[in-house]
């Protein structure tokens, strides 16, 4: 049963520390998305890549978050410095063809205190 | 841009009882509608989804959905819950961008809570 998976699971950090989560999407999926989720705001989407190539980051905040994926088998998130309204879960999700199924990964939990 | 409002942000049924979990959309151009759920500390999956055709759709654990484009709705159902449906539920829309699908667009997410 293929699944996405997230590490790590949860991350615990001080604020101005550098963050990175990763996910690997489903073999041969090729639309990898991040979202984050918070009692506040709901899911939002952060950004997201087809065939590695990004097509949307506007949800990101840009001075201190990036997104890459280095390879087809990973995608990464990267807070640098980290914030305490950064605390959230952070999902990826994977996606094959048009993308129009997503699957989600567990998720990430980061407390930044 | 697309928004979404799912008008009930709590539902409470009582098991076997049917449930209706209503969801608004807005959008400038055409979208795709989703149902995703979500149970206690997991991520979220996939209930049904709608792109073209029928306007009825059917998914999983017996849930079923019904696009009304005049009215611009997507309300999913289930005429008879289990405990096991208590969940929260998100409705979503997507839009067409870059050969796919771009990311989703969610509602704030309805808690169900179903009573013995």
């Known amino acids: 049963d293929a699944r996405v998976t997230q590490t790590p699971r949860h991350k615990v950090t001080e604020m101005g520390q550098e963050v990175t989560m990763r996910c690997q999407p489903i073999l041969g999926h090729n639309t990898v998305f991040w979202y984050r989720q918070t009692m506040m705001q709901g899911l939002e989407l952060l950004a997201y890549?087809?065939?590695?190539?990004?097509?949307?980051d506007s949800g990101m905040p840009k001075d201190r978050f990036s997104a890459e994926m280095p390879d087809a088998t990973l995608a990464t998130l990267k807070i640098q410095p980290s914030e305490p309204r950064d605390s959230a879960v952070y999902f990826c999700?994977?996606?094959?063809?048009?993308?129009?199924?997503?699957?989600f990964g567990p998720g990430t939990r980061l407390t930044v205190t | 841009a697309q928004s979404v409002t799912q008008l009930d942000s709590q539902v409470p049924v009582f098991e076997e009882a049917p449930v209706e979990l209503r969801c608004n959309y807005s959008?400038?151009?055409?979208?795709?509608l989703f149902w995703y759920v979500q149970y206690p500390n997991q991520g979220l999956q996939l209930l049904l989804k709608y792109l073209s055709g029928s306007t009825l759709v059917k998914g999983i654990n017996g849930f079923e959905a019904e696009f009304n484009k005049s009215q611009t709705s997507f309300h999913l159902r289930k005429p008879s819950v289990h405990i096991s449906d208590t969940a929260e539920y998100f409705c979503a829309v997507s839009a067409l961008a870059g050969g796919g699908a771009d990311g989703l667009t969610f509602g704030k997410g309805t808690h169900l809570i179903i009573q013995p």
């Open positions: 959008s400038s151009v055409s979208v795709y």
């Open positions: 999700a994977s996606g094959a063809g048009q993308g129009f199924k997503q699957y």
């Open positions: 890549f087809r065939n590695r190539a990004p097509l949307d």
